[in-house]
């Protein structure tokens, strides 16, 4: 056990502190406060210069702070997610050791924290991550207000904190933080005949809490933010649950996340049979209360037109509990049955074992060198702590805790996967990092060196080089900011005023690229993209933007 716990704290480890931004999310989410650091305002939320109100502030001045005091690295960005992640675990392991025995609520706990769900959606710096924490306390103070024998006491502590962490979450993603948790309190009440004892008194004083401290909050970040109400609430809360927006971004059928769900279960996903077989029937409080969790999350943003991965992590915790309590936690039995129960679920571990053995082949022997680059000689090293983990626990796998060391060294590998030791353009093929390009350039750039972005915007690159680019015909996000201050410089819309701005530009003007758009959309100006020795990623072609003195736009 010991093994397998250093193996899971060196995956999270690597997975947060030494692996770069991803765009556009990871960046987007460090460059907003880093602006905000540079200007002295920490009131107003810009990217890019240009008004940003897709999300509310408080995950802004959770990171702002470590990148104070560390500068805009990697691993500063993220150090603000222990407060999520480890105030998760703490968390649900006092929920979980108040309600099951010792025996069960440990590997509820490591099955939780080994989901890939759980593993990735708490190492990416996202507000989403953030409100997985919000959420989880909302969700198990109201459990702690409605749990069966519960004092008033309990009742008026339990729907104050989640009335408090209700409004934390409302200022980190929004109304999903509160509205969510309620309806599964109120679905786990219907479920246990306990419906009546939903009404207290308490409830309403829990109701003004709420209002009285998130509505002078979000007129105070109206004043510094004109139109943040409207574009929040109408938008980005209304308008894109029902798919009404301009902007309707990230459309997928409803059954998008059931499909997804299994995926981010791994490496449990199939002892998911085993905990249905062995708890079916015999659920206690906290066992029907986690599944209210789970599927009103899952149910939910499955009506929405919109999704994303990240759309249901709130569910993951719950799921992973659950998990871990009946298909890991319940000993083996020495019976057919549940030895085939058993069986069936180490499968998985053993598949994700051999996707990874024909990711890395077909990358390294270039099987599909259009779709996927080479990786790195070096990164066979990841195989190490697998080989190492399934010698050890080769005479254990029938427990708990062997099939925790093998799949604690699977989290171990997949964090080196996503590490530098992959390589340059294969982190590219996996999460859209081009981090060490960026960090290339922001070493070669000198100060009056400019940057230009052609119609994808890319916030790491702001981040890692700490200086400001121009936006070239780019309308998705941005288009609020860009539109509610339109005599604010830095966009361009027609060649004619790129050729002004490098014209203008004291050093050298870099462009930024996919290579699509430089093959189909540049082609007006290619006289003036030169090449540069800077490495090309399968995302990303870096050009020197200088137009002859006798071109024509």
Not at 304 to 329: D, E, N, Q, T, V
Not at 375 to 399: D, K, Q
Request: charged share 15%.
């Amino acid at each position: 056990m010991l093994i397998a716990l250093v193996l899971l704290v060196a995956a999270y480890g690597l997975f947060l502190f030494w692996r770069g931004c991803f765009d556009p999310d990871e960046g987007r989410y460090a460059e907003i406060p880093r602006e905000m650091i540079e200007k002295g305002n920490w009131m107003e939320m810009r990217m890019m210069g240009f008004r940003y109100y897709e999300k509310p502030i408080l995950s802004y001045w959770l990171t702002a702070p470590a990148l104070v005091l560390f500068g805009p690295s990697d691993w500063a960005s993220r150090l603000p997610l222990l407060l999520p992640l480890g105030g998760t675990l703490l968390l649900l392991r006092w929920l979980v050791r108040r309600h099951w025995s010792r025996a069960v609520a440990t590997p509820a706990l490591m099955t939780m924290l080994t989901l890939a769900g759980v593993f990735t959606g708490l190492g990416l710096l996202m507000t989403d991550t953030f409100l997985v924490f919000w959420f989880a306390l909302v969700c198990v103070a109201l459990f702690h207000a409605y749990a069966a024998g519960a004092t008033p006491v309990q009742r008026r502590n339990g729907l104050l904190l989640a009335a408090g962490a209700g409004v934390l979450g409302f200022m980190t993603k929004g109304a999903v933080a509160i509205v969510l948790p309620g309806a599964a309190v109120f679905c786990w009440l219907l479920w246990e005949r306990r419906l009546r004892q939903l009404w207290t008194w308490w409830l309403l004083v829990a109701g003004a809490l709420f209002v009285g401290v998130l509505i002078p909050w979000l007129w105070w970040l109206e004043q510094h933010n004109p139109g943040f109400i409207k574009y929040f609430v109408i938008d980005e809360h209304l308008q894109r649950f029902t798919g009404t927006r301009s902007i309707q971004g990230h459309p997928e059928p409803w059954w998008f996340f059931l499909a997804l769900t299994p995926v981010m279960l791994l490496p449990w996903t199939l002892f998911g049979v085993r905990a249905l077989a062995r708890g079916w029937g015999r659920h206690d409080s906290l066992t029907r209360f986690l599944v209210c969790w789970s599927v009103i999350v899952i149910v939910f943003f499955s009506i929405s037109s919109g999704k994303l991965m990240s759309y249901i992590l709130p569910a993951f915790p719950a799921l992973g509990l659950l998990i871990g309590r009946w298909g890991l936690g319940e000993p083996l039995r020495d019976e057919p049955r549940d030895r085939r129960l058993w069986s069936i679920g180490l499968a998985a571990p053993f598949v994700v074992v051999l996707m990874l053995a024909l990711l890395w082949a077909g990358s390294w022997f270039q099987l599909v060198p259009a779709r996927v680059p080479q990786i790195a000689g070096v990164s066979v090293l990841l195989f190490l702590p697998v080989a190492l983990a399934l010698w050890l626990a080769r005479r254990a796998l029938r427990t708990f805790a062997g099939v925790w060391l093998f799949v604690s060294s699977l989290m171990l590998a997949l964090a080196l996967l996503c590490s530098p030791l992959a390589g340059l353009n294969f982190n590219v093929f996996l999460h859209l990092n081009n981090s060490q390009l960026y960090k290339q350039i922001a070493q070669r750039l000198q100060p009056h060196d400019q940057l230009v972005m052609f119609f994808d915007y890319r916030p790491a690159l702001l981040y890692y080089t700490q200086r400001d680019a121009i936006a070239f015909q780019m309308r998705n996000e941005l288009a609020y900011g860009m539109d509610a201050e339109p005599q604010r410089r830095g966009s361009l819309d027609s060649f004619a005023q790129l050729r002004a701005v490098a014209r203008e530009c004291r050093g050298k003007l870099y462009g930024f690229v996919d290579p699509p758009d430089f093959t189909r959309r540049l082609g007006e100006i290619r006289d003036a993209l030169l090449p540069t020795d800077f490495p090309q990623t399968p995302d990303t072609i870096v050009v020197e933007v200088k137009f002859p003195a006798e071109s024509r736009p």
